[in-house]
């Protein structure tokens, strides 16, 4: 079946750099768009980019614009996603989520998440 | 960016009764809005996809309507399992948007 599967969680510094990973099974991983999506403790959902595994194309959020970097390993399946000078608001589970093309392009499936914690 | 405010932002209901949850966007965005049902602790899961049509799996007691600003999801008769926070998203412009949310509770 398609799945995904992420990075464990992650404790962070002020400053520092975070890198998750999203590792897809089940599908050709190059026929399909992969997008990132943050949501912090008890909030909505903030979508933050994507990127085209097929070329290694990108599009992200003006909000991250500078600080995300998404780039993908197609001999192994896997898509990253790295944010830099974490503060203490990017505190937040980060998921990523497959564009099901055959299907309005909506996301399906989710990987389980990420929670990337950015503490002094 | 195109704005999706969605309303209520918590619903309180009963299991069996009927459940409307509406999501205004800014500007038109045709059909391309889906919605997604999230549950404490997990990733949220594609209910409808094309402001109408249900994504693999989903019951036919949700359904999916409007087209342009306006979109409602309606759940015809509430299940135990459908307590749970709904988002709507669009896909008619980058940046990609969610709603803020709207939560379904047992009352």
């Known amino acids: 079946q398609v799945q995904l599967v992420q990075s464990g969680a992650e404790v962070k510094q002020p400053g520092a750099s975070v890198k998750v990973s999203c590792k897809a099974s089940?599908?050709?991983?190059?026929?399909?768009?992969l997008h990132w999506v943050r949501q912090a403790p008890g909030q909505g959902l903030e979508w933050m980019g994507r990127?085209?595994?097929?070329?290694?194309?990108?599009n992200s959020a003006q909000n991250f614009q500078g600080r995300v970097t998404m780039t993908r390993d197609t001999s192994i399946s896997t898509a990253y996603m790295d944010l830099s000078r974490l503060r203490p608001d990017d505190t937040a589970v980060y998921y990523c989520?497959?564009?099901?093309?055959?299907?309005?392009?909506?996301?399906?499936?989710w990987g389980q998440g990420t929670l990337v914690t950015v503490s002094s | 960016e195109i704005v999706l405010t969605q309303s209520p932002a918590t619903l309180s209901l009963s299991p069996g009764e009927r459940a409307t949850l509406s999501c205004r966007a800014s500007q038109s965005i045709s059909s391309y809005l889906a919605w997604y049902q999230q549950k404490p602790g997990q990733a949220p899961r594609p209910l409808i996809y094309d402001a109408s049509n249900r994504a693999t799996g989903i019951p036919g007691r949700f359904r999916g309507s409007g087209s342009g600003t306006d979109f409602t999801l309606t759940i015809s008769s509430l299940e135990p399992e459908d307590f749970a926070v709904y988002y709507c998203?669009?896909?008619?412009?980058?940046?990609?948007?969610f709603g803020g949310g709207t939560k379904v509770e047992i009352k």
């Open positions: 089940g599908y050709t991983f190059t026929d399909y768009s």
């Open positions: 989520a497959r564009e099901d093309s055959l299907k309005g392009d909506c996301f399906d499936p």
């Open positions: 990127i085209n595994p097929n070329g290694g194309g990108t």
């Open positions: 998203q669009q896909r008619s412009s980058w940046p990609l948007t």
